[in-house]
């Protein structure tokens, strides 16, 4: 709930609080300039996907999911299947657009 602006701010506060729980989590976010801090993209892991990748099924399913409203931006999502046949998230990025950059 709340404004886009506001909702981008609270990534970064958001992350560090995860990191308490999971002290593995891996995460970055990309900002414009220090001055107006303008969301450009970010990306996190959880820690269990680093440690349990050996034993997952050789083939890794890529998505995207186009988000809508002001921020315009790309999810992208990376899974792939368990030795149990589920499914298993391996990392969430949030991109402006594909590029080779993001």
Do not use: M
């Amino acid at each position: 709930r709340g404004s886009f602006e506001h909702v981008y701010q609270l990534l970064t506060s958001y992350f560090t609080e995860v990191k308490l729980v999971d002290p593995n989590l891996v995460f970055d976010i990309q900002t414009t300039s220090c001055k107006d801090k303008r969301f450009t993209w970010c990306f996190w892991c959880f820690g269990p996907p680093k440690k349990t990748y050996k034993p997952l099924r050789p083939v890794v399913v890529i998505n995207r999911t186009f988000l809508k409203g002001r921020y315009c931006g790309t999810l992208l999502t990376a899974i792939a299947i368990d030795p149990s046949s589920h499914i298993f998230l391996l990392v969430f990025p949030v991109i402006y657009s594909e590029t080779i950059e993001s």
